[in-house]
Protein backbone atom coordinates (compact mmCIF):
# COMPACT_ATOMS: atom_id res chain seq x y z
CA UNK A 1 0.00 0.00 0.00
CA UNK A 2 1.40 3.34 -1.15
CA UNK A 3 1.50 5.87 1.17
CA UNK A 4 2.91 9.53 1.45
CA UNK A 5 2.86 11.51 4.50
CA UNK A 6 3.80 15.02 4.69
CA UNK A 7 5.30 16.75 8.01
CA UNK A 8 6.78 20.08 9.30
CA UNK A 9 3.49 22.53 9.05
CA UNK A 10 2.71 24.57 11.58
CA UNK A 11 2.43 28.35 12.48
CA UNK A 12 4.55 31.03 11.87
CA UNK A 13 5.13 35.21 11.81
CA UNK A 14 5.28 36.41 8.34
CA UNK A 15 8.96 36.45 7.30
CA UNK A 16 9.92 32.91 8.84
CA UNK A 17 10.83 29.91 7.54
CA UNK A 18 9.33 26.19 7.36
CA UNK A 19 10.83 22.69 5.91
CA UNK A 20 7.84 20.45 4.93
CA UNK A 21 8.83 16.29 4.56
CA UNK A 22 6.67 13.79 2.70
CA UNK A 23 8.14 10.42 3.07
CA UNK A 24 7.24 7.63 0.96
CA UNK A 25 5.95 4.38 1.77
CA UNK A 26 5.04 1.32 -0.07
CA UNK A 27 7.19 1.63 -3.12
CA UNK A 28 10.08 3.75 -4.06
CA UNK A 29 9.37 7.34 -6.18
CA UNK A 30 12.06 8.09 -9.11
CA UNK A 31 8.88 9.98 -10.94
CA UNK A 32 7.55 13.17 -10.36
CA UNK A 33 6.31 14.43 -7.06
CA UNK A 34 5.41 17.73 -6.39
CA UNK A 35 3.71 19.73 -3.29
CA UNK A 36 0.11 21.66 -3.63
CA UNK A 37 -1.45 24.07 -1.31
CA UNK A 38 -5.14 24.90 -0.78
CA UNK A 39 -5.76 27.88 1.17
CA UNK A 40 -8.94 28.26 2.77
CA UNK A 41 -11.61 29.08 0.69
CA UNK A 42 -10.48 28.16 -2.34
CA UNK A 43 -9.26 25.62 -4.90
CA UNK A 44 -6.35 23.73 -4.87
CA UNK A 45 -3.07 25.05 -6.74
CA UNK A 46 0.28 23.28 -7.84
CA UNK A 47 3.16 25.45 -5.69
CA UNK A 48 6.09 23.57 -6.89
CA UNK A 49 7.18 20.02 -8.96
CA UNK A 50 10.42 17.85 -9.56
CA UNK A 51 11.60 15.50 -11.89
CA UNK A 52 12.46 11.98 -10.12
CA UNK A 53 16.17 12.62 -10.80
CA UNK A 54 15.68 15.78 -9.25
CA UNK A 55 17.43 17.75 -12.04
CA UNK A 56 14.26 20.04 -13.49
CA UNK A 57 11.65 21.94 -11.15
CA UNK A 58 8.31 24.18 -11.52
CA UNK A 59 7.62 26.43 -8.66
CA UNK A 60 4.28 29.27 -9.03
CA UNK A 61 4.99 32.42 -9.45
CA UNK A 62 3.83 33.44 -5.97
CA UNK A 63 6.43 31.22 -4.38
CA UNK A 64 9.87 31.65 -6.76
CA UNK A 65 13.09 33.17 -4.87
CA UNK A 66 11.35 32.26 -1.90
CA UNK A 67 10.62 28.26 -2.17
CA UNK A 68 12.96 25.23 -3.04
CA UNK A 69 11.70 22.15 -3.62
CA UNK A 70 14.14 19.53 -3.06
CA UNK A 71 14.20 15.02 -3.09
CA UNK A 72 17.04 12.18 -1.78
CA UNK A 73 15.52 8.94 -3.56
CA UNK A 74 17.82 7.18 -1.29
CA UNK A 75 15.24 8.24 1.29
CA UNK A 76 12.22 8.16 -0.70
CA UNK A 77 11.77 11.92 0.69
CA UNK A 78 10.88 15.07 -1.29
CA UNK A 79 11.17 18.08 0.60
CA UNK A 80 9.79 21.99 0.55
CA UNK A 81 11.92 24.80 2.14
CA UNK A 82 9.60 27.77 2.09
CA UNK A 83 11.53 31.06 3.55
CA UNK A 84 10.05 34.51 4.13
CA UNK A 85 6.45 33.30 4.34
CA UNK A 86 4.16 35.87 3.95
CA UNK A 87 0.06 35.10 5.00
CA UNK A 88 -0.79 34.22 1.47
CA UNK A 89 1.02 31.26 2.06
CA UNK A 90 -1.53 29.92 4.05
CA UNK A 91 -3.22 27.12 3.69
CA UNK A 92 -2.80 22.99 3.68
CA UNK A 93 0.03 21.16 1.79
CA UNK A 94 -0.56 18.39 -0.10
CA UNK A 95 2.73 16.63 -1.91
CA UNK A 96 1.60 13.95 -4.44
CA UNK A 97 3.51 11.55 -6.73
CA UNK A 98 2.88 9.91 -10.23
CA UNK A 99 3.45 6.78 -11.82
CA UNK A 100 5.39 8.95 -14.58
CA UNK A 101 8.48 11.06 -14.67
CA UNK A 102 8.36 14.74 -16.02
CA UNK A 103 7.65 18.01 -15.29
CA UNK A 104 3.70 18.00 -14.10
CA UNK A 105 1.67 20.51 -12.78
CA UNK A 106 -1.87 19.26 -13.20
CA UNK A 107 -3.29 17.57 -10.33
CA UNK A 108 -4.83 14.86 -12.54
CA UNK A 109 -1.24 13.60 -13.66
CA UNK A 110 -0.38 12.23 -9.68
CA UNK A 111 -1.58 8.84 -8.78
CA UNK A 112 -0.85 9.31 -4.76
CA UNK A 113 -1.74 12.19 -2.23
CA UNK A 114 -0.54 12.57 1.01
CA UNK A 115 -3.18 13.74 3.90
CA UNK A 116 -1.70 17.45 4.03
CA UNK A 117 0.00 19.26 6.02
CA UNK A 118 -1.55 23.38 7.83
CA UNK A 119 1.15 25.78 7.12
CA UNK A 120 -0.05 28.91 9.06
CA UNK A 121 1.60 32.40 8.74
CA UNK A 122 0.59 35.50 10.94
CA UNK A 123 1.08 39.07 10.16
Known amino acids: QVQLVESGGGLVQAGGSLRLSCAAS???????MGWFRQAPGKERDVVST????????YYADSVKGRFTISRDNAKNTMYLQMNNLKPEDTGVYYC?????????????????WGQGTQVTVSS
Open 26 to 32: GRTFNSA
Open 50 to 57: ITGDGSNT
Open 96 to 112: AASSANGLFTAERLYDY
